[in-house]
């Protein structure tokens, strides 16, 4: 779930030595492409070497950017190089509703890459209207990605009805960092040097305060202000601790707890308390905050741990504490999927299946980037043990929780404004939450009583 930030200039290929009868061909559809959604390096989609080999030229679209874009160009670099038969290009697009409207709009105008990167939430949006091709199973298992490879929930998550249409890199679930210094001092580090465990939002607020008290400002920190995926991860962490279900019925009602959700508004509405954390503050603050040692934990995606690592504070990390009864965190995953093709091109869907897979098991890099890789036997290896703090927070990945499924929900997405405009007030303001929750349910009802537009 990466933030959006800069865009690095999308990979270049290597110069051709000369166009198959096919380049020629579509050669018109891939200048179009072109024209329509940006700069898409490499289009044709086949080529010879100087030894009359052919390399088929592949599409792949992503939004990742930053330190995530360059551990994605490094791993697409890395399956070119040992599969000489393909040659991946990469368009790298601006994260949130640009990307999944381009992407939305090339496939359904027969302009789709090969092969794209979506959040698996997405998926339910995108699936029934056509815009995606499932995935073989039996021919991913024939590339070693089986069923039993990955957590259930992130498996589970790639389905749509009875089809498999999305295939994970990674989960990037909701975590908790903390500083090593301030916890040893605030009496909060257990034998083992790691956070003592936690199991209720009592002893959260006790340990919060032991860590002010050694900050001089915060216990935590947290950054929601004008920001709905912030507000959203948090909220459904903690509603989902206390073993309730949000479901979108589709041109129906939205099926929720109440007093679940209220229990959560509320914790939320203690913790933002000016002391535990402060009453307001945006995403890039808390990280701010945290980092200079104003306080000793923060509530945040594993996307930030390479923030922590760079800022050189003594620093670990942990699933989010079981405050609630029962073991959930919210997350994601970045998923590789088959955006339609009109004409399908049985080489190339060939080699999509042989990239995706060599990605996957090459996915160590994708670990030091914060994510928890979705191929199990990546997160089984000694590598990822010897990763901290990535292998504490491994376990997540047995209580994932992705965002209800429904056409207009999921990361980026308009579900999660609705939640803002909702509930902000109620953190900062301190509205009521029961309210609060009503008007977002009351929003989100009125999108479901609407068609999908796919």
């Known amino acids: 779930m990466t933030p959006p930030e800069p865009l690095p200039a999308p990979a270049r290929p290597p110069g051709l030595a000369g166009l198959s009868r096919r380049s020629l061909l579509l050669g018109g559809a891939g200048l179009a492409s072109v024209l329509a959604v940006g700069s898409l390096a490499g289009c044709a989609p086949g080529a010879t ?72 939430s997405r998926v339910p949006g995108y699936a029934p209207g056509g815009l995606l091709d499932p995935w073989d199973i039996d021919k991913l298992a024939s590339y070693g990605l089986r069923e039993q490879d990955f957590a259930p929930a992130v498996w589970k998550a790639g389905f749509n009805g009875d089809q498999l249409y999305s295939v994970a ?11 090593t210094d301030v916890a040893q001092q605030a009496g909060a580090l257990g034998p083992d040097g790691r956070l003592v465990d936690i199991s209720s939002p009592e002893q959260f607020l006790e340990v919060a305060a032991a860590m ?13 202000l004008n920001d709905g995926a912030q ?68 509530f945040t995606g594993v996307w930030e741990v390479p923030s922590a690592e760079a800022a050189g504070i003594p620093y670990d990390a942990s699933i989010i504490p079981t405050l609630f009864g029962t073991p959930a965190v919210y997350a994601d995953s970045h998923a590789f999927v088959l955006p339609r093709q009109s004409d399908v091109d049985d080489a190339k869907r060939e080699d999509v299946y042989e990239m995706v897979a060599t990605i996957l098991k090459d996915s160590i890099s994708w670990a030091e980037a914060g994510h928890i890789p979705a191929y199990g036997p990546v997160v089984d290896s000694p590598e990822y043990a010897a990763l901290v703090p990535q292998a504490h927070y491994a376990e997540a990945a047995d209580y994932l929780n992705y965002d209800p499924p429904a056409w207009f929900s999921g990361s980026g997405s308009d579900f999660q404004t609705y939640f803002l405009d909702s509930i902000q007030s109620v953190i900062l303001a301190k509205d009521d939450a029961a309210a609060g929750m009503r008007a977002f349910v009351a929003r989100v009802e009125t999108q479901l009583s609407r068609p999908a537009p796919v």
């Not at 088929?56 to 360059?70: A, P, R, V």
Request: proline share 2%; glycine share 10%.
């Open 169 to 179: 890199l990674d989960s990037h679930p909701f975590i908790l960092l903390y500083n």
């Open 212 to 224: 002010q008290a050694v900050t001089g400002k915060h216990g935590a920190s947290w950054g929601y």
């Open 49 to 120: 070497t100087a030894s009359g080999a052919t390399v088929e030229q592949l599409k792949f679209w992503h939004l990742l950017s930053g330190g995530d874009g360059i551990k994605m160009s490094a791993l697409v670099d890395q399956a070119n190089e040992q599969n000489p038969g393909f040659h991946a290009t990469q368009t790298v697009l601006a994260w949130g509703t640009p990307y999944y409207t381009k992407l939305a709009m090339a496939s359904a105008g027969g302009r789709a890459p090969d092969v794209a990167i979506m959040h698996a």
């Open 231 to 298: 507000l959203w991860r948090m909220f459904y962490t903690f509603y989902k601790q206390q073993g309730a279900d949000m479901v979108l019925r589709e041109g129906g009602t939205v099926e929720y707890d109440e007093a679940a959700a209220v229990t959560a508004l509320e914790f939320m509405q203690t913790l933002t308390d000016g002391t535990a954390m402060a009453t307001a503050s945006d995403i890039q603050s808390g990280i701010a905050e945290f980092v200079s040692g104003e306080s000793g934990m923060l």
